[in-house]
């Protein structure tokens, strides 16, 4: 893209849906709340589909597979748009679906080199789970310093340069240096900015609480970083528990129904010139 080309998308709007995502809970104190809080509404679910004692086993039968049906169609439905809320105007933006990667570079700050290759290849998953889910392309464009503001939600190249479009900023943030992670928040994740008259997202931003990341098994860091991701897409959070937008951090690294219909159905045609 020209530099004309870019200074005329920069009329694109900044957003700030930040305040509503603060809610990725964490598994602190371990991994046992976390559990709890998952399990306990889906214990609760199948008992419901199990404990029709009083009807003939056909019945049952049917009845439980018109719930199991009617579960999955809740699911399904079950996702809505970061901006519904907080910025209605801007309901159901998206990305656009162009052949060009959407690209994505994170500043690793905090990780040892070790650390830091492997949150990469966590990164780098996440973002395959949402390309099969989506239909968008995504492309890591390696690491990069950024300067987080952690009142404005914002992440910039830290050497002044402009925000590329259609790319996310990713970065791992101490607790220390946030107001907004810490407690049970361990991720927070936005669109940055939208051209509005298409609708169409053109930044994102996501951020990892670092001790949080260094000591979550493998498969919590990956549900995270799909999680906070979504958000970046233009998801806002879900309440069945087979959605990845499900607030509270868990091991499922599935994308849900909801996850799928809800980014598909947000995504924007590609009109890029290119
Ligand atoms: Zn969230």
């Known amino acids: 893209m020209t530099a004309a080309a870019s200074t005329k998308r920069r009329i694109a709007i900044a957003v700030s849906a930040i305040a ?3 809610l990725l809970a964490s598994p602190l104190p371990a991994a046992a709340s976390s559990s709890a809080a998952q399990s306990a509404p889906m214990a609760g679910k ?26 999955a169609a809740v699911a399904a439905a079950d996702y809505s748009s970061i901006f519904a809320t907080q910025q209605p105007a801007l309901t159901n933006s998206g990305w656009a679906t162009c052949a060009v990667a959407i690209t994505w570079s994170v500043d690793t700050d905090g990780l040892s080199a070790d650390e830091a290759a492997t949150q990469i290849a966590n990164l780098t998953w996440a973002f395959d789970q949402w390309t ?16 987080y503001d952690d009142a404005a939600f914002s ?93 509270v951090v868990s ?22 010139a290119a």
């Open 20 to 22: 509503a995502l603060a």
């Open 46 to 71: 199948s008992k419901a589909a199990k404990t029709v004692t009083k009807t003939p086993a056909k019945a049952t039968t049917k009845a439980s597979a018109a719930r199991t049906r009617a579960a």
């Open 132 to 147: 099969q889910g989506s239909g968008l392309a995504f492309q890591y464009a390696g690491t990069e310093n950024l300067a």
């Open 155 to 247: 992440l910039k190249p830290a050497n002044g340069s402009a925000l590329q479009s259609r790319h996310v900023y990713l970065a791992f943030v101490a607790d220390s240096d946030s107001a907004r992670l810490g407690g049970g928040t361990v991720g927070l994740g936005s669109p940055s900015q939208v051209w509005p008259s298409t609708k169409e997202i053109i930044t994102g931003a996501a951020v990892f609480r670092t001790d949080h990341v260094k000591q979550a098994s493998t498969r919590e860091d990956k549900s995270l970083y799909m999680h906070e991701l979504g958000h970046v897409l233009g998801l806002a959070h879900a309440s069945e528990t087979s959605n990845i937008m499900y607030p």
């Open 251 to 272: 091991d499922h690294t599935d994308l849900g129904a909801g996850d799928v219909n809800g980014v598909r159905s947000m995504n924007k045609p590609c009109k890029a």
